[in-house]
């Protein structure tokens, strides 16, 4: 995957955002030699827009490259050519023209719209429809962010090319008639010369993916050092949460008026009612739970990090698929035909072979019946004759008597 120059874009986008977060905080620390002339200039966590704006970004991020990632394993799998015997009809009918194009940009268009509508205008509310009925505090929140990131780990894991990614058959892109991205970009010093940009399918693929696996980390994180009151939100006795929606309140707010007990009492001078009652009670739960329970929410996700770790050093050290051997690394699917005659005859073979079984185990059930038959025969008989004990005594005195008479 990283041979040659590959993932070099991957690693310097790694390298730049973490080059800028530690010089982040060295540029603050030089700005603290002005004292509070340099204040205004130093770098904070906050972006100038509200937890909503950013959420719903965030959302529409995720959603698009889960989107595409999903489009994408989908057109891989019923473009690939090394087993040809799967899915037949729909692979042909997927591939024929350029039906596989048309279908992307029409899904992709009319998907794109219903969800970014329903993000941005807030038209479907989730609180409303799902009022009481099924509720989340803050661990299972918790778990289920671990568990998109255990699934997003896991669609790299599931590719036929992994841990290599080195694929010796080009799988076209999605929407595109292409298996790659290629272009080139002037440089500054030297202008007969370029700079060669090549994107390959997998990076295209995994490079997206990569972006959402960091989205999710972010709501993971969101998720374990989540606290109301850093979102201009309290609870009350039930753990219930409630959003502050007036400005004035948000803008002076503190530790004693946003709470359950004041706003349920306070009133609102502009709207002479409680402060309360132009709240939003949302469906979601928040109990206090220390940190340390909720970390126990990245175990599946550490768990699976290891397995991805496992694998690649396992794995990777098999050969490569190239031109020759496009099966390199990979498990040959073996041709399966459904034939009647063979079937059948299998079938039949294996009832030939139980037979001698079969017929053992009834000879052995059969003998233990005569064997138990005969005991009872032999005891009816002993009993029998001991409860007639008397009787066969005078009949052997009278033929004695009689035998004598003869004689």
């Known amino acids: 995957m990283f041979h040659d120059d590959r993932?070099?874009?991957?690693?310097?986008?790694?390298?730049?955002?973490?080059?800028?977060?530690?010089?982040?905080?060295?540029?603050?620390?030089?700005?603290?030699?002005?004292?509070?002339?340099?204040?205004?200039?130093?770098?904070?966590?906050?972006?100038?827009?509200?937890?909503?704006?950013?959420?719903?970004?965030?959302a529409t991020g995720t959603w698009c490259g889960d989107f595409f990632t999903a489009w994408m394993v989908t057109d891989m799998m019923l473009q690939e050519r090394l087993y040809p015997d799967w899915a037949r009809p729909i692979r042909k009918w997927w591939n024929t023209g350029i039906r596989r194009i048309l279908l992307f940009w029409i899904v992709v268009a009319s998907t794109s719209f219903v969800v970014l509508f329903v993000i941005a205008t807030d038209y479907i509310n989730w609180d409303s429809l799902n009022?009481?009925?099924?509720?989340?505090?803050?661990?299972?929140?918790?778990?289920?962010?671990?568990?998109?990131?255990?699934?997003?780990?896991?669609?790299?894991?599931?590719?036929?090319?992994?841990?290599?990614?080195?694929?010796?058959?080009?799988?076209k892109l999605p929407g595109v008639n292409?298996?790659?991205?290629?272009?080139?970009?002037?440089?500054?010093?030297?202008?007969?010369?370029?700079?060669?940009?090549h994107i390959s399918g997998k990076w295209f693929n995994y490079g997206i993916l990569f972006i959402v696996i960091l989205l999710d980390l972010n709501m993971w994180k969101n998720q374990i050092f989540y606290t109301p009151y850093q979102y201009g939100q309290y609870v009350d006795e039930f753990g219930r949460i409630y959003s502050v929606m007036d400005q004035y309140s948000l803008d002076n707010a503190n530790s004693s008026t946003l709470t359950f007990e004041y706003r349920n009492v306070t009133i609102n001078p502009d709207t002479k009612e409680r402060y309360i009652l132009g709240d939003t009670m949302m469906n979601a739960r928040y109990h206090g739970y220390t940190k340390t329970v909720k970390m126990l929410a990245f175990v599946p996700s550490l768990a699976v990090f290891l397995t991805f770790g496992t694998m690649v050093a396992i794995y990777g050290r098999r050969a490569k698929p190239t031109q020759q051997d496009p099966y390199g690394g990979r498990l040959r699917k073996r041709r399966r035909r459904f034939n009647a005659r063979k079937k059948w005859n299998s079938i039949r073979s294996w009832f030939q072979g139980s037979m001698p079984i079969l017929r053992k185990?009834?000879?052995?059930?059969?003998?233990?019946?005569?064997?138990?038959?005969?005991?009872?025969?032999e005891n009816a008989v002993v009993e029998e004759g001991q409860g007639d004990g008397g009787n066969g005594e005078i009949a052997v005195v009278g033929a004695k008597a009689e035998l004598e008479q003869v004689t």
């Open 7 to 58: 993932g070099s874009w991957m690693t310097s986008f790694m390298s730049t955002v973490l080059l800028l977060f530690i010089f982040s905080y060295l540029y603050n620390v030089l700005l603290m030699i002005g004292g509070d002339y340099t204040r205004p200039y130093h770098i904070s966590s906050y972006m100038g827009v509200s937890n909503s704006i950013f959420m719903k970004a965030a």
């Open 131 to 171: 009022r009481d009925f099924l509720h989340s505090n803050e661990i299972s929140r918790a778990f289920l962010a671990s568990f998109i990131l255990c699934l997003d780990i896991t669609i790299v894991m599931q590719d036929w090319d992994f841990p290599h990614f080195v694929g010796a058959i080009d799988v």
């Open 178 to 197: 292409t298996a790659h991205v290629y272009f080139k970009i002037p440089k500054l010093l030297k202008t007969l010369e370029y700079w060669h940009v």
């Open 361 to 377: 185990w009834r000879t052995r059930r059969h003998t233990a019946r005569e064997t138990t038959e005969t005991a009872h025969n």
